[in-house]
Nanobody, 121 residues
Framework: QVQLVESGGGLVQAGGSLRLSCAASRRTIRLGWFRQAPGKEREFVAAVSWSGYSTYYADSVKGRFTISRDNAKNTVYLQMNSLKLEDTAVYYC?????????????????WGQGTQVTVSS
């Protein structure tokens, strides 16, 4: 089992920045972020491989968000810049013990409780 604890959500104006953090109870092969807006399905945002050298992004956040991990701290970060109204959602940290399709929600075994990100105009 892996426990994931997110932090860093909040209210920010459009164009602003936030940094999310997720501390894991142990190291995992993959770490990722998903988000779920009201009335919508949970969607992939970003993921990072074991080494941290391979990163994956949804087209909607590419160029604005950056995912990174610190294996010494078992922590993954999501730096979110140039935030838009449509980025408003609950953001979930996710982890898995296998490689494969980093974009697939079905390949993540462990989930955090989520942190709210609200972007205002």
């Amino acid at each position: 089992q892996v426990q994931l604890v997110e932090s860093g959500g909040g209210l920010v104006q459009a164009g602003g920045s936030l940094r999310l953090s997720c501390a894991a109870s142990r190291r995992t092969i993959r770490l990722g972020w998903f988000r779920q807006a009201p009335g919508k399905e949970r969607e992939f945002v970003a993921a990072v491989s074991w080494s941290g050298y391979s990163t994956y992004y949804a087209d909607s956040v590419k160029g604005r968000f950056t995912i990174s991990r610190d294996n010494a701290k078992n922590t993954v970060y999501l730096q979110m810049n140039s935030l838009k109204l449509e980025d408003t959602a609950v953001y979930y940290c996710a982890a898995g013990d296998y490689t494969g399709n980093y974009y697939s929600i079905n390949e993540y075994d462990y989930w955090g409780q989520g942190t709210q990100v609200t972007v205002s105009s």
